[in-house]
């Protein structure tokens, strides 16, 4: 096996002016050499981010591989460069992506300005909104860029069979990918079969059916005629493989004397990097009769957003909540009576109102004093609340499913498992029909010779393969019934699997062991498919969580001490892997609200901390007590889980800071810089 | 990274032999958790690497008149463990214990702390080529320097990596450097340099081809010692600021006061004004808040570090009033 490297650019702008491949070529253990942006092309020849793909390398050892990437000569122009969204705003960055631009930015889909303005969205009638209230607030919320920092990198092992491609890919699609691999390769999807058995995180980042670098690691791969790998580091990961947007909002929002909110003006704004959108919802959840809000996309020279765990909902619940709180201050109303009051009405996928009761409840709310901590000494103690909301429905799942006389169970499905637990799902929802423990069950999943399922996004993995998979176990046990129902004497309608045993409903003495009864099945197998159907799963889930944070006001230092995290997901199909999504979720929004920050050098636009040491993750030590109560809504069935949890801890911890020292601080991360500032400006 | 020769000398003298009077030429390896990861992110290129662990001394030695002299190659983990290092040198323990992270100090040595290169990330970026990499500008004054220097006036903002140096010099060590002349001894307070156009590569008086091979702590004497470091993340993290302060005591007020800084300036950073400060004066918060003004007079920070000053005077004070026995809260412990 050899192994990739790809050659990127150091620079967030430049035309690339000549790539001479021959000093790596004569390398030592170089076999292939791969040009992936030609200069003489003039609709590719610009790179548009540090860490844009420009060349590529196979080698016979990583280290080989590396060493010749860099022997790749290329002749830079280096172009001027947005770097800030501030400049972008202002109109005083150079026009990039404006037409006048050069030819290079002239591809499809290239934005024709550095600013895209969209439309204005209106509802209600905003002037008699702000007449109704007693109070109005104006203010400016944002949140900052972060990467998904995937323990696993983007990767892939290709390896070609003559004109068969298959490809270990670290993916959240398997199908997606060998569509994508048939589409970039020109091949047929038929030639093509993409494997990921496990993967160390996704998190939306791996959802590209052509990522650069799957395509780069199979066309080296044909050309040196053997298979490579090629997996990016750390710093390629920071800079090229997605990114949630930034967000912002300048908002002004009026509420009545009882706590109504009345109207609501935002323009709102955010970048996706070199070209893409930066959307999020705004305002978040909380129902305003009338409102109106204008979004601009800005682009600036970084990697492009990808999806990122919940898109677009933390920032536009950070933004919110923020909001709803001074709102709660200004007319004197506890922060979660203020919430309930501006709901939308109680549904099963709207829940809020009970579980902000219950919540507060469980949490010592009422021990939250008002904002400021009155207690002596520079350690002071909040209490934060914050919503989220998610789709989570599903509906491309298929399955198939084949018992052996031996008894020992099959379950193929053409999903992957992210490392949320998936291969697990399909193991107890088999087990559930049949009955028999789930170490009987052999989930075969990740491999697009299986039958094909969705990709796993947006919280629909679970819900679209449960009802694929229960179906399949259901046609399987209905076999297996029909079968051994002669032997028993009784109708095959009357069984039940139960407790290792097929046995009649009422009697179960009347009946066989799972194995006895596996034994009827002769030497083929009995096989049975599964296809998504409605009315065992659903869609649109609603949770709260609670914050309590400690923060050091000598310092800026904050610690959360505790999160209570009520979360709704439907039918809960295996409670370990579901409560462990709301930890993770809970984690990685900690991190959003307190550590990660993708910081760019403002001068040149290159990222000063493409790594693990500067750019901050929670460590164990940081990471608090977390309770999850997942509420039990089996009535709905399935609904998936990965994406919510995810979205109300950094606003919940933010508010928690503000109800500690006393001051509001509009911005995430909460650095001990901001902090600091943000305390020194009330002093004075 | 660049390929490179590798020896192994098993005593001081050959170590030294091997190595080079030219620049990042050739470079010792100790725990490697600086040089390595410098190394893969081609920010230094040695030709050679001369494995120090089998050549420098690890031990602890006990000295005449009742200090102690530690082995350059010891293990940080070690040092922490040490009872008798634990016993007279408590604020080095300290700052040994708040090192990286468990494997860290179980693979780094005292050597390779108070020789490691900045943490700075125009440093560490192989994109940025500054003085340190013999460039003609400092990135940070003009960019992103919200963890750079508030102490000095360039031409380099770092701030020193080492928590060991911040103890060493307060405790007043000595460190033994060999050379190909021969030994020479030299004071901790002396080893480090404030960056010059001329110096600006380096950090140390360390020569290319000298090792440092003992760090030599004197007789404590009757002292209360404190320490506070101040850091993001509880887990693996640098410091934003932290500080070592020792006190000589006559009854119940300060006879006399070392208070030294860290992670503020390109060197370790003694306030002989906060020491002043604190001489004839009972520890008290106010006492200890006054010296911690004292000691942060005359930063000048940059565009996004003035939250450091704040920083550094809570690091200060709380060293203090540690220093004292006193009460000393931390956010991140309660």
Same mark, same amino acid.
């Given at each position: 096996?050899?192994?990739?490297? $790809?050659?990127?650019?150091?620079?967030?702008?430049?035309?690339?002016?000549?790539?001479?491949?021959? *000093?790596?070529?004569?390398? *030592?253990?170089?076999?292939?050499?791969?040009?992936?942006?030609? *200069?003489?092309?003039?609709?590719?020849?610009?790179?548009?981010?540090?860490?844009?793909?420009?060349?590529?390398?196979?080698?016979?050892?990583?280290?080989?591989?590396?060493?010749?990437?860099?022997?790749?000569?290329?002749?830079?122009?280096?172009?001027?460069?947005?770097?800030?969204?501030?400049?972008?705003?202002?109109?005083?960055?150079?026009?990039?992506?404006?037409?006048?631009?050069?030819?290079?930015?002239?591809?499809?889909?290239?934005?024709?300005?550095?600013?895209?303005?969209?439309?204005?969205?209106?509802?209600?009638?905003?002037?008699?909104?702000?007449?109704?209230?007693?109070?109005?607030?104006?203010?400016?919320?944002?949140?900052?860029?972060?990467?998904?920092? &995937?323990?696993?990198?983007?990767?892939?092992?290709?390896?070609?069979?003559?004109?068969?491609?298959?490809?270990?890919?670290?993916?959240?699609?398997?199908?997606?990918?060998?569509?994508?691999?048939?589409?970039?390769?020109? $091949?047929?999807?038929?030639?093509?079969?993409?494997?990921?058995?496990?993967?160390?995180?996704?998190?939306?980042?791996?959802?590209?059916?052509?990522?650069?670098?799957?395509?780069?690691?199979?066309?080296?791969?044909?050309?040196?005629?053997?298979?490579?790998?090629?997996?990016?580091?750390?710093?390629?990961?920071?800079?090229?493989?997605?990114?949630?947007?930034?967000?912002?909002?300048?908002?002004?929002?009026?509420?009545?004397?009882?706590?109504?909110?009345?109207?609501?003006?935002?323009? #709102?704004?955010?970048?996706?990097?070199?070209?893409?959108?930066?959307?999020? +919802?705004?305002?978040?959840?909380?129902?305003?009769?009338?409102?109106?809000?204008?979004?601009?996309?800005?682009?600036?020279?970084?990697?492009?957003?990808?999806?990122?765990?919940?898109?677009?909902?933390?920032?536009?619940?950070?933004?919110?909540?923020?909001?709803?709180?001074?709102?709660?201050?200004?007319?004197?109303?506890?922060?979660?009576?203020?919430?309930?009051?501006?709901?939308?009405?109680?549904? *099963?996928?709207?829940?809020?109102?009970?579980?902000?009761?219950?919540?507060?409840?469980?949490?010592?709310?009422?021990?939250?004093?008002?904002?400021?901590? +009155?207690?002596?000494?520079?350690?002071?103690?909040?209490?934060?609340?914050?919503?989220?909301?998610?789709?989570?429905?599903?509906?491309?799942?298929?399955?198939?499913?084949?018992?052996?006389?031996?008894?020992?169970?099959?379950?193929?499905?053409?999903?992957?498992?992210?490392?949320?637990?998936?291969?697990?799902?399909?193991?107890?929802?088999?087990?559930?029909?049949?009955?028999?423990?789930?170490?009987?069950?052999?989930?075969?999943?990740?491999?697009?010779?299986?039958?094909?399922?969705?990709?796993?996004?947006? #919280?629909?993995?679970?819900?679209?393969?449960?009802?694929?998979?229960?179906?399949?176990?259901?046609?399987?046990?209905?076999?297996?019934?029909?079968?051994?129902?002669?032997?028993?004497?009784?109708?095959?309608?009357?069984?039940?699997?139960?407790?290792?045993?097929?046995?009649?409903?009422?009697? +179960?003495?009347?009946?066989?062991?799972?194995?006895?009864? &596996?034994?009827?099945?002769?030497?083929?197998?009995?096989?049975?498919?599964?296809?998504?159907?409605?009315?065992?799963?659903?869609?649109?889930?609603?949770?709260?969580?609670?914050?309590?944070?400690?923060?050091?006001?000598?310092?800026?230092?904050?610690?959360?001490?505790? $999160?209570?995290?009520?979360?709704?997901?439907?039918?809960?199909?295996?409670?370990?892997?579901?409560? #462990?999504?709301?930890?993770?979720?809970?984690?990685?929004?900690?991190?959003?609200?307190?550590?990660?920050?993708?910081?760019?050098?403002?001068?040149?636009?290159?990222?000063?901390?493409?790594?693990?040491?500067?750019?901050?993750?929670?460590?164990?030590?940081?990471?608090?007590?977390?309770?999850?109560?997942?509420?039990?809504?089996?009535?709905?069935?399935?609904?998936?889980?990965?994406?919510?949890?995810?979205?109300?801890?950094?606003?919940?911890?933010?508010?928690?800071?503000?109800?500690?020292?006393?001051?509001?601080?509009? #911005?995430?991360?909460?650095?001990?810089?901001?902090?600091?500032?943000?305390?020194?400006?009330?002093?004075? | 990274?660049?390929?490179?020769?590798?020896?192994?000398?098993?005593?001081?003298?050959?170590?030294?032999?091997?190595?080079?009077?030219?620049?990042?030429?050739?470079?010792?390896?100790?725990?490697?958790?600086?040089?390595?990861?410098?190394?893969?992110?081609?920010?230094?290129?040695?030709?050679?690497?001369?494995?120090?662990?089998?050549?420098?001394?690890?031990?602890?030695?006990?000295?005449?008149?009742?200090?102690?002299?530690?082995?350059?190659?010891?293990?940080?983990?070690?040092?922490?463990?040490?009872?008798?290092?634990?016993?007279?040198?408590?604020?080095?323990?300290?700052?040994?214990?708040?090192?990286?992270?468990?494997?860290?100090?179980?693979?780094?040595?005292?050597?390779?702390?108070?020789?490691?290169?900045?943490?700075?990330?125009?440093?560490?970026?192989?994109?940025?080529?500054?003085?340190?990499?013999?460039?003609?500008?400092?990135?940070?004054?003009?960019?992103?320097?919200?963890?750079?220097?508030?102490?000095?006036?360039?031409?380099?903002?770092?701030?020193?990596?080492?928590?060991?140096?911040?103890?060493?010099?307060?405790?007043?060590?000595?460190?033994?450097?060999?050379?190909?002349?021969?030994?020479?001894?030299?004071?901790?307070?002396?080893?480090?340099?404030?960056?010059?156009?001329?110096?600006?590569?380096?950090?140390?008086?360390?020569?290319?081809?000298?090792?440092?091979?003992?760090?030599?702590?004197?007789?404590?004497?009757?002292?209360?010692?404190?320490?506070?470091?101040?850091?993001?993340?509880?887990?693996?993290?640098?410091?934003?600021?932290?500080?070592?302060?020792?006190?000589?005591?006559?009854?119940?007020?300060?006879?006399?006061?070392?208070?030294?800084?860290?992670?503020?300036?390109?060197?370790?950073?003694?306030?002989?004004?906060?020491?002043?400060?604190?001489?004839?004066?009972?520890?008290?918060?106010?006492?200890?808040?006054?010296?911690?003004?004292?000691?942060?007079?005359?930063?000048?920070?940059?565009?996004?570090?003035?939250?450091?000053?704040?920083?550094?005077?809570?690091?200060?004070?709380?060293?203090?009033?540690?220093?004292?026995?006193?009460?000393?809260?931390?956010?991140?412990?309660?």
């Amino acid at each position: 096996m050899l192994y990739g490297k $790809i050659v990127r650019s150091p620079h967030p702008r430049a035309r690339i002016v000549s790539v001479d491949l021959t *000093p790596a070529q004569k390398a *030592p253990g170089v076999k292939a050499t791969l040009l992936w942006r030609d *200069p003489a092309d003039t609709a590719r020849s610009i790179v548009m981010y540090q860490g844009d793909e420009i060349a590529a390398v196979a080698a016979d050892t990583e280290e080989h591989a590396t060493d010749a990437a860099r022997l790749v000569k290329v002749e830079y122009e280096v172009l001027p460069a947005v770097i800030q969204v501030d400049q972008a705003l202002a109109g005083n960055a150079p026009a990039v992506f404006a037409a006048s631009g050069p030819a290079a930015d002239n591809t499809p889909g290239t934005p024709r300005s550095n600013v895209r303005q969209g439309q204005t969205q209106e509802t209600g009638d905003i002037a008699a909104g702000f007449k109704q209230a007693a109070q109005t607030l104006e203010e400016t919320y944002s949140t900052h860029v972060i990467t998904h920092v &995937c323990l696993e990198s983007h990767g892939a092992v290709c390896e070609w069979d003559g004109d068969n491609l298959t490809a270990w890919v670290s993916t959240q699609g398997v199908n997606a990918t060998k569509d994508g691999f048939a589409t970039g390769l020109k $091949i047929p999807a038929s030639n093509v079969r993409v494997i990921t058995q496990y993967m160390g995180g996704g998190f939306g980042s791996k959802l590209g059916a052509q990522d650069p670098q799957s395509m780069i690691c199979a066309r080296l791969a044909k050309q040196a005629n053997a298979p490579v790998k090629l997996m990016l580091d750390r710093k390629e990961e920071h800079l090229a493989t997605g990114n949630r947007p930034s967000a912002a909002a300048r908002i002004k929002v009026g509420v009545t004397a009882d706590g109504m909110i009345t109207a609501f003006d935002a323009e #709102s704004w955010g970048t996706g990097g070199a070209g893409a959108a930066a959307g999020f +919802p705004l305002p978040y959840i909380y129902q305003i009769p009338n409102r109106r809000r204008t979004h601009k996309d800005v682009f600036i020279n970084t990697g492009l957003q990808r999806p990122m765990r919940a898109p677009g909902h933390p920032q536009g619940s950070f933004i919110t909540e923020v909001m709803m709180e001074e709102l709660a201050d200004r007319v004197k109303m506890d922060p979660v009576e203020f919430r309930i009051k501006n709901l939308p009405p109680e549904a *099963p996928n709207a829940m809020w109102g009970s579980y902000l009761r219950q919540g507060a409840k469980e949490f010592g709310w009422d021990k939250r004093h008002p904002t400021g901590d +009155p207690a002596p000494g520079p350690i002071k103690t909040g209490m934060g609340v914050a919503i989220n909301t998610w789709g989570g429905g599903g509906s491309q799942g298929r399955a198939h499913v084949e018992i052996s006389s031996d008894g020992t169970v099959v379950v193929r499905c053409g999903t992957q498992d992210l490392g949320t637990g998936t291969r697990t799902l399909v193991a107890v929802v088999a087990a559930d029909t049949f009955g028999i423990p789930v170490s009987n069950i052999k989930p075969e999943i990740g491999d697009t010779v299986y039958p094909v399922s969705g990709g796993s996004g947006g #919280s629909t993995t679970a819900a679209g393969i449960s009802p694929a998979i229960r179906i399949a176990t259901v046609n399987a046990l209905d076999a297996l019934k029909e079968k051994i129902a002669p032997a028993l004497g009784v109708e095959p309608a009357s069984l039940v699997a139960a407790n290792g045993r097929i046995q009649v409903k009422d009697n +179960p003495s009347k009946g066989m062991s799972w194995a006895e009864a &596996c034994k009827q099945i002769g030497p083929q197998p009995l096989a049975a498919d599964g296809a998504w159907q409605p009315g065992l799963s659903s869609v649109t889930t609603s949770g709260v969580q609670f914050a309590e944070v400690k923060v050091d006001i000598e310092t800026g230092i904050v610690k959360v001490t505790r $999160i209570l995290a009520l979360q709704d997901c439907g039918l809960v199909v295996s409670r370990l892997t579901a409560e #462990s999504q709301v930890y993770g979720g809970v984690v990685g929004s900690l991190n959003f609200a307190l550590f990660e920050d993708r910081i760019l050098d403002r001068n040149t636009g290159q990222m000063v901390n493409p790594n693990m040491e500067w750019y901050l993750l929670a460590g164990m030590s940081d990471i608090p007590k977390i309770d999850v109560r997942l509420i039990d809504q089996s009535e709905r069935g399935v609904i998936g889980i990965g994406e919510p949890p995810t979205v109300p801890t950094a606003a919940a911890v933010a508010l928690a800071v503000r109800n500690a020292i006393g001051v509001t601080v509009r #911005s995430l991360p909460l650095t001990p810089a901001k902090i600091l500032q943000t305390l020194a400006q009330r002093r004075a | 990274m660049k390929a490179f020769s590798y020896v192994n000398p098993t005593n001081e003298r050959d170590a030294v032999r091997a190595l080079s009077p030219e620049f990042e030429k050739v470079l010792p390896l100790a725990g490697g958790q600086d040089l390595l990861a410098r190394m893969k992110d081609y920010v230094t290129e040695p030709d050679r690497i001369v494995n120090v662990k089998n050549a420098l001394d690890a031990t602890v030695t006990s000295m005449p008149g009742g200090g102690l002299k530690i082995g350059a190659a010891m293990k940080i983990v070690d040092l922490v463990e040490h009872p008798q290092i634990s016993k007279l040198y408590p604020a080095m323990v300290l700052a040994a214990g708040e090192v990286g992270t468990p494997q860290i100090r179980n693979q780094g040595t005292v050597g390779g702390n108070l020789n490691q290169r900045p943490r700075c990330w125009y440093f560490r970026n192989e994109e940025f080529v500054c003085f340190k990499k013999g460039g003609n500008q400092c990135f940070s004054p003009s960019g992103e320097n919200q963890f750079h220097a508030i102490f000095g006036s360039g031409p380099s903002f770092i701030v020193h990596p080492s928590s060991l140096a911040v103890p060493s010099i307060a405790y007043n060590a000595t460190f033994r450097l060999l050379g190909p002349k021969g030994e020479r001894m030299v004071p901790a307070s002396e080893y480090f340099t404030m960056p010059t156009l001329q110096n600006v590569r380096t950090e140390n008086v360390l020569m290319p081809n000298e090792l440092l091979t003992h760090v030599i702590l004197p007789a404590p004497g009757t002292i209360k010692s404190g320490h506070y470091e101040v850091r993001y993340k509880e887990s693996h993290d640098w410091p934003i600021a932290f500080a070592t302060v020792l006190l000589a005591m006559n009854g119940d007020a300060v006879r006399s006061a070392r208070v030294v800084m860290g992670a503020v300036a390109p060197v370790p950073w003694r306030s002989e004004a906060a020491e002043a400060a604190l001489a004839g004066k009972t520890i008290t918060e106010e006492t200890a808040a006054a010296a911690a003004e004292a000691a942060l007079r005359g930063a000048k920070p940059l565009s996004q570090n003035a939250y450091k000053i704040q920083v550094a005077k809570t690091a200060v004070k709380r060293a203090i009033l540690h220093a004292a026995g006193m009460n000393v809260v931390d956010v991140k412990t309660i």
